[in-house]
Nanobody
Framework: QMQLAESGGAAVMVGESLKVSCATV????????MAWFRQVPGNDREGVAT???????????DYSDSVKGRFFVTRNNGGNTMYLQMNALKPEDTAMYYC?????????????????WGQGTQVTVSS
């Protein structure tokens, strides 16, 4: 059973940057799709960025419109560690950020595509 763990969440100011990480602490995710989601209390979990396996150590990426051009997702460690570089942060980016892995190589930005979730890391952006 794969297990994921996020880290790096913090409280930052508007316009600053932050990088959060997701480690595969059990199992291997290298040939699986992985993604970042975020959620604020009372709202549905929102897909932010996804990575899809193309060939070993090569992944395609896709982003939600709300973060396109500001957030960048990468994978390292043979595909078992995923990062989310967040730039030009806004108060509306405040959320709990979750990483997720799917059973397939290609997934979208919907929660139904993923079957393994981390515990989340909090990002708070203040003005």
């Amino acid at each position: 059973q794969m297990q994921l763990a996020e880290s790096g969440g913090a409280a930052v100011m508007v316009g600053e940057s932050l990088k959060v990480s997701c480690a595969t602490v059990r199992g291997t995710a290298d040939r699986h799709c992985m993604a970042w989601f975020r959620q604020v209390p009372g709202n549905d979990r929102e897909g932010v960025a996804t990575t899809n396996f193309r060939r070993p150590r090569v992944y395609s990426t896709d982003y939600s419109d709300s973060v396109k051009g500001r957030f960048f997702v990468t994978r390292n460690n043979g595909g078992n560690t995923m990062y989310l570089q967040m730039n030009a942060l806004k108060p509306e980016d405040t959320a709990m950020y979750y990483c997720a892995a799917g059973a397939e190589t290609h997934c979208g930005l919907e929660t139904k595509d993923y079957n393994t979730w981390g515990q989340g890391t909090q990002v708070t952006v203040s003005s």
